[in-house]
T-cell receptor, first 116, second 109 residues
Framework: DGGITQSPKYLFRKEGQNVTLSCEQNLNHDAMYWYRQDPGQGLRLIYYSQIVNDFQKGDIAEGYSVSREKKESFPLTVTSAQKNPTAFYLC???????????????FGEGSRLTVL | KQEVTQIPAALSVPEGENLVLNCSFTDSAIYNLQWFRQDPGKGLTSLLLIQSSQREQTSGRLNASLDKSSGRSTLYIAASQPGDSATYLCAVKDNDMRFGAGTRLTVKP
């Protein structure tokens, strides 16, 4: 089945550690996104990528890093510089990038990161 | 900057009731609006996508409408069921994608 796979589903991090969240899609979508979801708030965009080897900062990129070496994969690293990393992280993809106006968005199942 | 608001934040209804969820946005220059469902601890599932040139979209018991001039969209759920209990989010696309905080719906048996 086509879809977006995020792993791990749950992740615990000690302060000062970097952690990497995986996102893989087999929808042949060009664009991929990382969002952060906090209770009672709308989703906030961390990073997005419209094409392989290119990515752009979203609204809350500080303390995060990404790579896009393959079309199917868009991993997110939460670095020790992120001061409040406990949150639910969602990966999404769409057939085209930010400039593709029809842009239906599809999501993975999410990864919950907790800082101990 | 586009702002998306969903009111109420939570809604509880008895099974079988028809209901309407609201979404408002501040800038009418949008390309599309998308409604999602989110179950606890899960990702978002796309329900309906309305392009800016459309007024409504229907899927089964769901009907979403769009009034760009007034900055409003509604999601109508007919004959609600306990399985409809979830959080419903709307998102509008202009140059970015902006999400509301969602309405948490509980349908009581």
């Amino acid at each position: 089945d086509g879809g977006i796979t995020q792993s791990p589903k749950y992740l615990f991090r000690k302060e000062g550690q970097n952690v990497t969240l995986s996102c893989e899609q087999n929808l042949n979508h060009d664009a991929m996104y990382w969002y952060r979801q906090d209770p009672g708030q709308g989703l906030r965009l961390i990073y997005y990528s419209q094409i392989v080897n290119d990515f752009q900062k979203g609204d809350i990129a500080e303390g995060y890093s990404v790579s896009r070496e393959k079309k199917e994969s868009f991993p997110l690293t939460v670095t020790s510089a992120q001061k409040n990393p406990t949150a639910f992280y969602l990966c999404a993809s769409s057939i085209g990038g930010q400039g593709y106006i029809t842009g239906e968005l599809f999501f993975g199942e999410g990864s919950r990161l907790t800082v101990l | 900057k586009q702002e998306v608001t969903q009111i109420p934040a939570a809604l509880s209804v008895p099974e079988g009731e028809n209901l309407v969820l609201n979404c408002s946005f501040t800038d009418s220059a949008i390309y599309n609006l998308q409604w999602f469902r989110q179950d606890p601890g899960k990702g978002l599932t796309s329900l309906l996508l309305i392009q800016s040139s459309q007024r409504e979209q229907t899927s089964g018991r769901l009907n979403a409408s769009l009034d760009k001039s007034s900055g409003r969209s509604t999601l109508y759920i007919a004959a609600s069921q306990p399985g409809d209990s979830a959080t419903y989010l709307c998102a509008v696309k202009d140059n970015d994608m902006r999400f509301g905080a969602g309405t948490r719906l509980t349908v009581k048996p």
